[in-house]
């Protein structure tokens, strides 16, 4: 073929592809997703697939509310524990802290001064008394572990089955995705790829709610262990006050005061 008869056949090829490329653009356009943002998806999405976000979004939202409320209920129950704490390191006896208006209040200090009063007619047995004022001590730290732990064990939970619940989902909606391939009899990606989108969406709103879960239960886990030291070291500081008063015989004298 002569150079001008491929220069003439050039133009009309070309003519042809786009002719081509014209007719099937309307095709094209109708099997192309018209948009794949999170809320078009979720909308799109399988019953099933959108009971699975709705419910990792609300442990997501559960999540978030428990780290707010233990936030400011660690923050006051340290600040006042440390308050205490520093007081009563600074005093000399157990009489001192009942005269005081802020360790008065104090749940350690309250148990000490109960003991002392129903052991008051066997305060010469001076390791017994500090046995039953370190029992008292142990049941209060155990109950205020109980309640600082409380909704954090929530926090685990959600971190350990978020992502299986997610991926429960994704697995349902690839399913959904291959009986449409099937019905359809066609594996054109424009046509599958829209399915698997809104089933990776399940997984991924699984590891949005499980991994700050995660993190959270674990700041949470060394706050409240930091908190439980704090607790006892005020209840060693009491008890130090309780053996200091029974060594100089102060505890007798004052239950029996305290008696008449």
């Known amino acids: 073929m002569s150079r001008l008869s491929a220069g003439l056949l050039r133009p009309i090829a070309a003519t042809g592809v786009l002719a081509v490329a014209l007719h099937a653009a309307p095709a094209l356009a109708a099997a192309r997703p018209g948009s794949l943002t999170v809320g078009d998806m979720f909308v799109s999405a399988d019953w099933v697939v959108k009971l699975v976000m709705l419910g990792l979004a609300c442990a997501s939202l559960a999540t978030w509310t428990v780290f707010v409320a233990k936030v400011m209920e660690l923050r006051r129950a340290t600040a006042a524990e440390r308050a205490v704490h520093d007081a009563v390191v600074a005093l000399r006896s157990l009489r001192d802290a009942r005269g005081s208006a802020v360790l008065a209040q104090s749940p350690l200090v309250r148990e000490a001064s109960a003991e002392l009063q129903l052991s008051g007619d066997a305060l010469d047995d001076r390791e017994g008394v ?20 409380r909704g954090i064990n929530m926090l685990a939970t ?13 697995v349902w909606g690839i399913m959904n995705s291959f009986v449409g391939i099937a019905e359809k009899q066609t594996s054109n990606l424009a046509v599958v790829a829209p399915g698997i989108a809104e089933a990776l969406l399940a997984t991924a709103f699984g590891l949005v709610a499980a991994i700050p879960s ?8 060394r706050r409240i262990a930091a908190h439980r030291a704090l ?3 005020t209840a060693a500081a009491v008890l130090r006050l309780v053996s200091r008063d029974l060594s100089r015989g102060l505890g007798l004298a004052t239950e029996r005061q305290g008696e008449r």
Do not use: C, Q, W
């Open 158 to 170: 959600i971190g350990s089955t978020a992502p299986f619940v997610g991926l429960f989902g994704t």
């Open 231 to 233: 607790v006892s070291d």
């Open 130 to 149: 500090k046995e039953r004022v370190v029992s008292r001590f142990e049941r209060h730290e155990a109950a205020e572990a109980r309640r600082m732990t």
């Open 214 to 221: 995660v993190v959270i239960y674990n700041h949470f886990s």
